[in-house]
């Protein structure tokens, strides 16, 4: 069993950053996929970023001011998040997969945060 944590949302101005956390319990995460998706009232969950032993990965949406990264020995996965719209305003909820599969889609994961709300004022 995998436990997943996140952290580091907030509220920030258009044009600023925001660095989410999520940390993992109960297994490591070398083996997993990782990803970041984003959830706002009345859309589907989206897919933002995703990272696995053959690279990152990044909807076309944030590419460019989105970076992914996985922090082997504190078992915790990043997303830099940089020059922020108010269209990023979203529940962030990062989540783990096991086996392999198209990393966009959300049926993929075995695991997943309770989210964090980010926030981008204009």
């Known amino acids: 069993q995998v436990q997943l944590v996140e952290s580091g949302g907030g509220l920030v101005q258009a044009g600023g950053s925001l660095r989410l956390s999520c940390a993992a319990s109960?297994?490591?995460?070398?083996?997993?996929?990782m990803a970041w998706f984003r959830h706002t009232p009345g859309k589907e969950r989206e897919f933002v970023a995703a990272?696995?032993?053959?690279?990152?990965y990044y909807a076309d949406s944030v590419k460019g001011r989105f970076t992914i990264s996985r922090e082997i020995p504190k078992n915790t996965v990043s997303l830099q998040m940089d020059n922020l719209k108010p269209e990023d305003t979203a529940v962030y909820y990062c989540?783990?997969?096991?086996?392999?599969?198209?990393?966009?889609?959300?049926?993929?994961?075995?695991?997943w945060g309770q989210g964090t709300q980010v926030t981008v004022s204009s």
């Open positions: 109960g297994r490591t995460l070398t083996s997993y996929a």
């Open positions: 989540a783990a997969a096991v086996g392999a599969g198209t990393l966009r889609d959300p049926l993929l994961y075995d695991y």
């Open positions: 990272i696995r032993w053959s690279g990152a």
